[in-house]
């Protein structure tokens, strides 16, 4: 084989790294980069519950309120919620055979992990802002 036929790609595809699925290696860094984040984040979670656990509501909602504690539980979410989507999609494009079905969880999937996201954001802020 000559060199130009080794490889089904395009010049500009292997250029970008490109594969079949189009997304590259963004996937993966995108994955490794949320896990990697969620360690601390994780630890600040479960400082910030046990706080909370110890607390009475006016405490409560004073630990959420602080701007610091608001933004750690906002990264958290974030951060997490993102980790979760890009689980489950590899999940659901692994298992499920059918392109139908893989379609419609993979929005599925999106519209879940949105919906999570923007609804913790929102109980974050509404007591961080004292709502």
Known sequence: MSKSTE?????M???RGLGAAK???????LTRLTAVANVPLTIAFVVIVLMLAKADYA?????????????????????????????MQVIIEDYVHSEGTKIVLLMLNT??????????AYAILKVGFGG
């Open 7 to 11: 490889s089904l790609s395009t010049p």
């Open 13 to 15: 595809a292997r250029v």
């Open 23 to 29: 997304s590259g290696t963004g996937h993966f860094w």
């Open 59 to 87: 405490a409560a909602m004073k630990i959420v309120g602080h701007p610091v504690a608001g933004i750690l539980l906002l990264l958290f979410v974030g951060s997490a919620t993102v980790h979760m989507r890009l689980g």
């Open 111 to 120: 519209f879940f992990a949105v919906f999570v996201g923007l609804a913790s």
